[in-house]
Structures are given as structure tokens and as C-alpha cells.
Nanobody, 114 residues
Framework: QVQLVESGGGLVQPGGSLRLSCAGSGFTFSAYAMRWYRQAPGKERELVAH????????NYADSVKGRFTISRDNAKNTVYLQMNSLKPEDTAVYYC???????WGQGTQVTVSS
């Protein structure tokens, strides 16, 4: 079964940190660049971060540069999103995606609030 499963979301105070994980199965994970997106209530889905298939290059939305880090472990078929210095405007459902495919995770909720 082809799938991506996110985990690691939750409630965190402003300034806090979370690490999201996205585990892939049923497809050749290491062949795909991977992306994290987020969608806040009433807003369009937004690209947050991108990492190439071997992990050599990364790109970030301006809104998260310097605070978020995308990484991957192809031996574990997992991509990560380390989120530091979280702000209330980071509140959203976060999704991972195998770039160029229709493979999406189910999403994990991140809420930043005091």
C-alpha cells in the first residue's frame, strides 16, 4: 500500500519547537524529492519546504526561513520538519508530499498558542 504517514503535531506555546515526521511505504521513497505543505483554516495550501531526493538541496518559504529545517533519512524512508521559534501564524495542518506524485499524507495538526 502506497502511503505517507505524518506524526509529531500538537499544541505548543509561541517560541517553542516541534519536529514533524513523515514515513513513506509502498513506493521507492529515495527516488522522490519531498515537500512539506501547510493549510490554515480559510487559507490555501502553502508550500513550506522542499528537499531533493538525496537530501543535498533544500528550499523554504520566506515565512519559515531560519526557523524550520527539512531533512530526510532514506534508510528509514522518513522526511522530517524541525520547527523552531514557532509563531501563532504557523498554526495549520501540515502535510507531506512526494514531489510530482499524488502521494500525500493525511496531515498533522500544529497549533501554536499560549
Amino acid at each position: 500500500q502506497v502511503q505517507l504517514v505524518e506524526s509529531g503535531g500538537g499544541l505548543v506555546q509561541p517560541g517553542g519547537s516541534l519536529r514533524l515526521s513523515c514515513a513513506g511505504s509502498g513506493f521507492t521513497f529515495s527516488a522522490y524529492a519531498m515537500r512539506w505543505y501547510r493549510q490554515a483554516p480559510g487559507k490555501e495550501r502553502e508550500l513550506v519546504a522542499h528537499i531533493t531526493s538525496a537530501g543535498g538541496r533544500t528550499n523554504y518559504a520566506d515565512s519559515v526561513k531560519g526557523r524550520f529545517t527539512i531533512s530526510r533519512d532514506n534508510a528509514k524512508n522518513t522526511v522530517y520538519l524541525q520547527m523552531n521559534s514557532l509563531k501563532p501564524e504557523d498554526t495549520a495542518v501540515y502535510y507531506c508530499n512526494a514531489f510530482g506524485s499524488s502521494i500525500w499524507g493525511q496531515g498533522t495538526q500544529v497549533t501554536v498558542s499560549s
